[in-house]
């Protein structure tokens, strides 16, 4: 009931930024009535819509976050996938069902044999266990790079983020998982939006959207997602 009121409060606070409503931008207001908002019932949300109970009892995002970020790697077709904090999984499998071509390494602490049976039919998938750490330095020293990084379950958010920020370039994007998970995070957020290291940013409240094309101007964008 509590997170049901806080939503609520949070979209009244955002009802001026529906639709791109203020966005003079044509990219951002693409992105934001094209991806964040497609309404397109895609092929695979039925199949993974089931999939989800499988693994419903470990930390996953609302189904409307999932579409979305199958909409985002649709769009944004990025080539390989550093996810930091596993959790279900689910989120990984909407991803690829986007782009089964990409290369995705995802961190756990503990892998999880329900994630394991959901990430078995993607061999584009590496579920990997232990110090994300040690396996991030090694794949980045073999030239595996990622375009898109997904720091998702995990307390080592600003570490991450500080990590892999030294290989994004102007095609990379950020998702930056539950921004607004305690104050702690919410002002670590904010820091990361105001940082010049960072391009144009998109605040969904599920998920932060962090993109590093410098030649654009820095803005930082709103969106009523909830």
């Known amino acids: 009931m509590g997170d049901i009121i ?14 791109g409503y203020g966005v003079h931008s044509p990219s951002d207001f693409f992105f934001i009535t094209n991806v964040v908002y497609e309404q397109q019932p895609f092929y695979a949300y039925s199949s993974l819509h089931h999939l989800r109970r499988v693994v419903a009892f470990l930390p996953h995002y609302r189904e409307k976050v999932d579409k979305f970020l199958f909409r985002l790697v649709n769009y ?8 930091v904090g596993t959790g279900s999984g689910i ?3 909407y991803m690829l069902e986007a782009r089964n071509e990409m290369s995705v390494y995802t961190f756990a602490e503990q892998c999880q044999e329900a994630v394991k049976r959901i990430l078995s039919a993607k061999p584009a998938v590496e579920y990997l266990e232990g110090s994300w750490q040690e396996k991030v330095k090694e794949l980045t020293g073999k030239g595996v790079v990622p375009d898109l990084v997904h720091i998702a379950y995990t307390a080592d958010y600003e570490k991450v983020f500080e990590e892999l920020l030294p290989f994004a370039g102007p095609n990379t994007c950020f998702i930056i998982g539950k921004p607004y998970l305690n104050g702690e995070k919410k002002r670590w957020w904010q820091s990361v939006v105001r940082d010049p290291r960072t391009g144009v940013t998109f605040d969904l409240y599920d998920i932060g959207i962090v993109f590093f094309d410098k ?8 969106v009523n997602f909830l």
């Open 6 to 19: 806080l939503r609520g409060w949070n979209w009244c606070k955002r009802i001026c930024h529906r639709k």
């Open 91 to 93: 989120s990984v499998r």
């Open 76 to 83: 944004l077709q990025p080539s390989v996938l550093f996810e």
């Open 215 to 222: 030649k654009r101007a820095k803005e930082h964008r709103i």
